[in-house]
């Protein structure tokens, strides 16, 4: 197991994975698969010239393309069993932070508008 985040406000992916580079080629493929759907209108347009091509049996690589795929350094496991428990700790760990840094936000909000 792997997480694969995707940031919309940078357009990037992060990709965690315990077992090193084990799911990579995966994560970077599904990366590619759902890229197209989660762009906004403006980028769709940059895009369509993509487009074309892969009706014409050509795919186009996202990940390579746009140098959006981030591979994060994260504890490793040592054995081949324990990903589920290091995805679970990754997430937690990513759903904290987010959680602070809206806390954050929201002081700061708060505290100008005193």
């Known amino acids: 197991w792997a997480l694969l ?20 080629t995966y994560a970077q ?21 993509n487009d074309e091509k892969q009706n014409q049996g050509q795919t186009m690589d996202y990940v390579k393309v746009l140098k959006n795929f981030v591979q994060l350094q994260v504890p490793q496991q040592s054995n081949s069993y324990d990903c589920g428990m290091y995805v679970i700790e990754f997430t937690k ?22």
Request: glycine share 2%.
């Open 93 to 114: 760990f990513v759903a904290t932070y987010y959680l602070e840094q809206l806390k954050v936000a929201k002081q700061k909000s708060s505290s100008s508008s005193s």
């Open 29 to 49: 493929a599904f990366a590619n698969k759902i890229y197209p759907y989660m762009i906004d209108n403006k980028e769709k347009v940059a895009t369509e010239s």
């Open 5 to 24: 985040i995707y940031q919309r406000h940078n357009n990037t992916f992060y990709y965690l994975d315990s077992a090193g580079t084990y799911n990579l």
